[in-house]
């Protein structure tokens, strides 16, 4: 157990970081969904769109230290891949 003023503060902070990272990273899950549907059903349009705004959000998972800079670069190049073959 925490004793010290510090270490309860750093419970403290790490319990609201770890709701908000949580919810930013399904958020970034829910777009990389949406997505992988418009694959599925064969609408380049709507997986293009899809992707469109699905990049800003992963980027902004890489500026607040919730995704690897890797992994996200990783993902996004696979799911252009995707979008691409739709053709």
């Known amino acids: 157990m925490a004793n010290t003023p510090q270490a309860k503060k750093r ?6 970081r770890n ?3 949580g919810a ?4 970034i899950r829910t777009f990389v969904k949406k997505v992988e549907a ?3 059903t064969g609408d380049k349009a709507a997986a293009e ?9 992963m980027a ?8 690897h800079k890797n992994t996200v670069a990783r993902k996004f190049s696979r799911l252009t891949k995707r ?3 739709l053709g």
């Open 24 to 27: 930013r990273t399904s958020r």
């Open 60 to 67: 902004r998972g890489i500026s607040k230290g919730v995704l």
């Open 38 to 40: 418009a694959c599925v």
């Open 49 to 57: 769109a899809a992707l469109a705004a699905a990049q800003p959000e």
């Open 19 to 21: 709701e908000i990272n």
């Open 83 to 85: 979008v691409a073959a």
């Open 11 to 16: 419970i403290r902070r790490n319990e609201r």
